[in-house]
């Protein structure tokens, strides 16, 4: 595809392991409602209008590019998109969140989902914005693809949007365990066709979101998330060999779970900020890279705090096998200077 040079390939060196002299910074949602130009655009489209016209997406995506000193850019998009692909009708309802109108009920619901989904007719928008953002972006940063993980996409599924308790998707894992564990294959299928069609339309890195992590213990990650996780990390390096690129998997509320995660063969385990870095550099060993975690509400402190804070999470996960992030995405209400001061803080 004749892609421009890449300059600065940072993050991509210390996701496999090799030594830097500065850290790499990114952050989750980086291009989102913080920003008063994302606002503006988004003022005047639908969110799935911008996530599914490749333009609009890449105009996004370059906003956060534009104005910071950042590492990476994340492709525009939305973990929901895989939902909309296997049939299901899903909405972004301002100040609510993501709406399905019609979600899963019963196993008897699972016949609804489309057979054999094909990623290219239901999904090439995003492979489309992909390869345009990764043009535009002439080479400046690497460009990050995502996708949700099973167990996250599953609870949306049958949640029919946001919850507190996820007692309806956990009840299936309960009262259905063999249901469930169906939906959860179908989806990793999916999920592993998405990801390395990502990686082919010129996504140098991957990201897989488990935010729900937080609902299961243990013995539940064993049984519904972790088989699914390792099965796309050996699927998507399979299948794509030597054209292989780093992997991230960032399980929100998944501390009980370090060492598992970083025995599926992914290079970068994202962590949110409940855990202390140096407690899970001790579970995890030194052969993976961490990512994260500083507290998203940590920006809602001055500038000078930010910086302290910003210096002790340096401090404690050292320079080496480290990308700094936040631990979950970016609040809207941020104010745009303070991202700039962690940024700034990072890069000092
Ligand atoms: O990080 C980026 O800049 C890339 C874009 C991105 C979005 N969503 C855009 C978005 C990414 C990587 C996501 C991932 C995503 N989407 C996750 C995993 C990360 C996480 O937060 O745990 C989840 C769970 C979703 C589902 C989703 N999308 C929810 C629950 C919501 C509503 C909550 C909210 O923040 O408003 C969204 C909406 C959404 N996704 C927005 C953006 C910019 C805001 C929607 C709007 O503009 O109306």
Redesign the pocket.
């Known amino acids: 595809m004749n892609f421009p040079i890449l300059k600065n390939d940072l993050i991509l060196r210390v996701a496999r392991g090799e030594e830097v002299d500065r850290i790499p910074i990114w952050?989750?949602?980086?291009?989102?409602?913080y920003l008063p130009e994302?606002?503006e655009l988004?003022s005047r489209h639908d969110?799935f209008t911008?996530?599914r016209t490749p333009e609009l997406a890449c105009e996004?995506?370059l906003q956060?590019i534009k104005r910071f000193n950042l590492d990476a850019s994340?492709?525009?998009?939305?973990?929901?998109v895989i939902v909309q692909a296997l049939g299901m009708d899903v909405e972004?309802?301002?100040?609510?969140?993501?709406v399905i109108s019609d979600p899963l009920k019963e196993p008897c619901d699972l016949a609804k989902l489309k057979e054999n989904v094909d990623v290219h007719s239901e999904l090439g928008y995003v492979f489309e914005a992909i390869t345009l953002t990764r043009h535009r972006l002439n080479g400046q940063v690497p460009l990050i693809g995502?996708s949700?993980a099973p167990w996250?996409l599953m609870c949306?599924m049958i949640e029919g949007?946001?919850s507190k308790t996820m007692s309806k998707s956990k009840k299936w894992l309960y009262k259905y365990p063999e249901e469930s564990k169906q939906l959860l294959q179908k989806l990793t299928d999916v999920i592993i066709k998405y990801m390395v069609e990502q990686v082919k339309a010129g996504a140098q890195m991957l990201?897989i979101?488990e935010?729900?992590a937080e609902y299961l213990n243990l013995e539940l990650f064993n049984r519904f998330s972790g088989p699914y996780l390792s099965a796309i990390c050996t699927g998507i390096k399979n299948e794509l060999k030597d054209q292989s690129v780093p992997m991230i998997v960032?399980a929100?509320g998944g501390h009980y779970a370090l060492r598992e995660l970083s025995s599926f063969g992914y290079e970068v385990i994202g962590l949110d900020w409940t855990i202390d870095p140096i407690q899970a550099r001790q579970i995890v060993g030194d052969n993976v890279t961490l990512q994260g975690n500083l507290d998203p509400c940590a920006l809602y402190g001055s500038p000078n705090q930010i910086k302290e804070m910003v210096h002790d999470m340096k401090l404690k996960f050292t320079k080496q096998r480290y990308i700094a992030n936040l631990g979950?995405?970016?609040?809207?209400d941020v104010d745009p200077q303070h991202l700039r001061a962690m940024i700034d803080a990072i890069h000092e």
């Open positions: 952050v989750m949602r980086q291009a989102g409602r994302f606002r988004r969110f911008i996530c996004v995506t956060p994340i492709i525009f998009s939305d973990i929901l972004m309802q301002p100040s609510v969140g993501p995502f949700g996250t949306y949007g946001g990201q979101f935010s729900n960032f929100k979950h995405g970016i609040y809207p």
